[in-house]
């Protein structure tokens, strides 16, 4: 393909974009007051904190440009080439917070490598077809339970994180149910697509439109409550591990799209998985151990959700 290395850049300039994103709502996170609790008056202060936080605000901006370019990129070159391309988004983030924070330790680099590549291979083994013609709709069973999965999923993960200790665990949690969130709205939202070759009429008329905004806000809620629990380290690995996992099963279960098949390929994608699983463990590991050695000020904002938030009464 003639224009590889321009889905290339472009592929990288969307990740770069979605990483200055996710350090912006990081540093707003620990930047609003702390959620001491989760009832309705504490969850509403934290919201209207996070929506009026500059910070949050340009996040937003920067989550545009990254969309903008991604679908930019997805255009002009194949999903196997952008898809595993946006994953470096996690480096960068890396990057980006050690340049602010403290300096990355080589274990850090190392499994954050570690996840980017399997994460990759995963995606360009399972070599991923399109299922049926566009527009053919969804199969409506498996749609509904894997709504039901996920729903609980990411609610068990949610109450979990708010009961468990240490504070990386919760954030990790937090993570999970973060990327099972981002992965239904992605699925809504290629869904929505289908109903909006039909008309804008067509569109607003259908429940899937109000859904994507609905899941969507969710998913942004989630992430900030993630960021808002601990350390990057803990929940961005989570999010960018469980996201595209569980956008594949999506495909497969409601858009009846195909893995590639052979003899050593399911060996490989569970190696690959095991990989991912180990990769995500290990950089919460570091993050636990780097808990456990010196206060930074980062380690200090790991605990301002959760069970050590409760500490400081409540706030309402």
């Known amino acids: 393909m003639n224009g590889t290395p321009v889905v290339v850049l472009v592929s990288l300039a969307s990740a770069l974009a979605f990483a200055i994103s996710t350090n912006l709502k990081h540093s ?6 702390a959620l001491a609790s989760m009832r309705p ?6 919201v209207l904190a996070t929506l009026r936080h500059p910070l949050w605000l340009l996040s937003i901006l920067a989550d545009l440009l990254g969309l903008s370019l991604q679908i930019v990129a997805l255009h002009l070159g194949a999903l196997a ?5 946006l994953i470096t988004g996690l480096l960068f983030t890396l990057m ?24 990759a291979g995963f995606l360009l083994v399972a070599g991923i077809g399109s299922g049926g013609p566009p527009g053919e709709g969804v199969d ?36 999970v149910a973060t990327g099972v969130i981002y992965a239904a709205d992605a699925a809504l939202l290629k869904e929505t697509t289908d109903q909006a ?3 804008i009429a067509h569109l607003l008329l259908h429940w899937q439109l109000y859904a994507v905004i609905v899941v969507g806000a969710a998913g942004l809620f989630v992430c900030q409550l993630a960021y808002h629990a601990g350390p990057l380290t803990a929940s961005q690995p989570a999010i960018a591990a469980v996201d595209p996992l569980v956008s594949v099963v999506l495909g497969v279960l409601i858009f009846d799209e195909r893995l590639r098949r052979g003899p050593w390929t399911g060996a490989a994608l569970a190696v690959l998985v095991v990989l991912l699983a ?33 500490a400081a009464g409540p706030a309402d």
């Open 278 to 310: 180990v990769a995500v463990l290990g950089l919460a590991r570091q993050e636990s151990a780097d808990t456990d050695v010196a206060a930074t000020p980062e380690v200090g904002e790991a605990s301002r959700w959760g069970s050590n938030a409760e």
């Open 96 to 119: 980006l917070r050690g340049l602010h924070r403290r300096r990355l330790s080589g274990a850090e680099l190392l499994w954050a490598g570690v996840l980017v590549l399997s994460l």
């Open 197 to 199: 070759v039909r008309g």
């Open 41 to 46: 008056a504490a969850l509403g202060r934290f």
């Open 28 to 33: 707003s996170a620990a930047r609003v007051p």
């Open 81 to 85: 080439v952008v898809q595993p391309l």
């Open 140 to 175: 409506r069973l498996p749609a509904a339970i894997a709504a039901a999965t996920g729903i609980g999923v990411a609610a068990s993960a949610v109450v979990i994180a708010r009961r468990i200790r240490p504070a990386v665990t919760g954030a990790a949690l937090l993570g």
